[in-house]
């Protein structure tokens, strides 16, 4: 199989991006692998396998690499003599954060009629926003953990319980995140989250919840993975999440009853829905007084959340046979043409 690695991006997620496609590069041995690689300036690049290193693009070393256009059927190299074109294969969408996730990258890659593995447009929307995430899951039944929305100009005189945790609204890998145990930890933590969004979710912060980690696609029916039981720790930040990414050696199902496993089972079908088609999502959940509620969707995971799969690079084979294809339209200007005759060819 033929797949194109596209990682990097405007974001600020775009080094955790690049640690993931290395890891991919790893999990993925048996594919015909290229990595089209995105800097802050949103040019596309095309790297060479050898040059899949961290410090080739911490140092600057992918400008070296030749530019890459996108164009209506895949992407091109310029040359002397025009456009020459490169058979990628379809293109792995592993942009965490802005321009992967938003559904920008989603919208180039449909408009110019590439087939490619990633939440579409509207899935992207939805999951990308915690706020339009939780009202998704209501709507679908599946139960999610309290919250408050705040913007940045209302007024934070807000009666809270404490403990609770802050997380800014279109962030994800704990960016921007706190947790605050008193009333005079708040506005720090407001000022921190309102520097990357100008809205934010206040949750209550569960101290020893039971959390669980479920990922998945649809190929014919469900390719669900095991159930992760992440290591417990207060709160992961960024530098823990930022290793996390790079994981890919197979972790150990949860101990946990065939109800519950049935229950989150359930609850990620629900979520997945025709949504989701075509792409490999992760949801995580916690479990309180056996409720399972949804904490987030992770709809381009870490290293697409590869350690959770006994057989991830089939899976992915099988998926690149179930992608989802836009509707195609036929336009033949028969009413522009019918108005041209009733009126003699005026209009």
């Not at 290229?34 to 693009?57: A, G, H, P, Q, T």
């Not at 609770?164 to 008193?182: A, M």
């Not at 696609?217 to 095991?226: A, H, M």
């Not at 530098?239 to 996390?244: A, F, I, P, T």
């Amino acid at each position: 199989m033929n797949i194109a690695i596209l990682f990097g991006g405007s974001s600020y997620e775009h080094e955790i991006s690049i640690v993931s496609a290395i890891t991919l590069k790893k999990v993925l041995k048996n594919a015909n692998l290229s990595f089209i690689f995105v800097d802050s300036n949103r040019e596309f690049y095309l790297i060479e396998s050898d040059n899949m290193k961290s410090n080739y693009f911490a140092n600057g070393g992918y400008k070296k690499a030749k530019k890459l256009i996108l164009k209506q059927g895949g992407f091109a190299i310029e040359g002397m003599f025009g456009l020459k074109e490169q058979k990628l294969g379809v293109v792995l969408n592993l942009i965490h954060g802005r321009d992967g996730e938003d559904g920008k990258m989603a919208s180039l890659l449909e408009f110019n009629s590439l087939d490619y593995i990633s939440p579409r447009v509207d899935a992207s929307v939805l999951s990308y926003n915690k706020l339009y995430t939780k009202l998704y899951a209501q709507s679908l039944g599946v139960k999610v953990v309290p919250y408050t929305l705040l913007n940045s100009d209302d007024s934070r005189d807000v009666e809270l319980e404490y403990p609770v945790i802050i997380k800014p609204v279109r962030l994800g890998s704990s960016i921007g995140v706190s947790i605050v145990k008193e009333q005079g930890e708040l506005d720090y933590a407001l000022d921190v989250a309102f520097e990357f969004d100008n809205q934010v979710i206040i949750e209550p912060f569960i101290d020893g919840v039971l959390e669980y980690n479920q990922a998945g696609c649809k190929t014919d029916d469900f390719e669900l993975s095991i159930i992760e039981e992440p290591n417990k720790e207060e709160f992961l930040d960024f530098d823990k999440k930022y290793l996390d990414f790079s994981r890919d050696a197979k972790v150990m199902d949860a101990d946990i009853s065939d109800e519950l496993r049935a229950k989150i089972q359930d609850s990620f079908k629900k979520i997945y829905g025709t949504l989701f088609e075509g792409s490999i999502i992760r949801c995580d959940f916690f479990v309180v007084d056996g409720e399972v509620l949804l904490n987030e969707i992770n709809p381009i995971p870490g290293s697409m959340a590869n350690y959770l799969f006994e057989d991830f690079s089939g899976m992915v084979n099988r998926l690149i046979k179930h992608l989802p294809k836009e509707n195609s339209i036929k336009i033949d200007y028969s009413y522009i043409n019918s108005i041209q005759s009733a009126k003699g060819g005026k209009v």
